[in-house]
């Protein structure tokens, strides 16, 4: 199942644990565009591979992320056993999500073309936000390993930080998916998809991150701005 990549952002429900994978096997939830399988988070219980392709036959795309323990994540085994997941799964999901950096990038971003599933390779900064240049240069890197989307999401203190993030949009030389953590950066989660950014993560039950707003909230305020209407 293709993703759109067009102007219009799609809201992304976080999907968090093994009850909740079960649960939107069984119904999608409402407000979310794309379902997330934090498979870091739910654990790969036995049939997580058909659970995902159960979420994809009731119309709704599947992103696997299998977040490594450096990037905020629970994955703390090898790298050779994630990538093993991460192609497992390639058949029933649409999309995967790997770090810039990440050892297995390349393989995974190889494998995941050949089956047209989208590629995002992600950034997270839990103590700050980098300078522009450095943000431009990590979409640049994502962008020339060959990822469809980058994601890049920072930890915001301050006005200056945030400034920041808002001109990386203009600035990027193809799909972005840009937001800000922590209190400071939770009014980021509405108004750079209105800038721009092509995804928007929210949760379906409690925040995976500080200053992550819920589905709900995000499908009525992008309503109310007029960048996506409500289903």
Known sequence: MKIPLNPEPRIVGCITTEELLRQCAQKLPPDCDILEVRLDLTGPCKDW????AAIQRRGCPVLLTIRD?????????????RLALYLSG??????????IGA?????????????DITVV?????????PDLPQLTALEARG????????????????PGELARLFALPAQATGPVCVMGMGAPGAISRVALPCAGACWVYGALE??????QLSCRVLAEELDRWGVRRRK
């Open 49 to 52: 591979i058909d659970l995902c």
């Open 69 to 81: 323990e450096g990037q905020g994540g629970q994955w703390r085994g090898r790298e050779a056993e």
């Open 90 to 99: 390639l058949k029933s999901i649409s999309a995967v999500d790997i770090e």
């Open 103 to 115: 050892r297995a990038l390349e393989v995974l971003i190889a494998e995941a073309h050949q089956h």
């Open 121 to 129: 390779a992600s950034f997270h900064d839990f103590n700050g936000t």
């Open 143 to 158: 962008r020339k390993m060959g990822a469809d989307v980058v994601k890049i999401a920072t930890l915001v203190h301050a």
């Open 206 to 211: 409690k925040p995976v991150v500080p200053g």
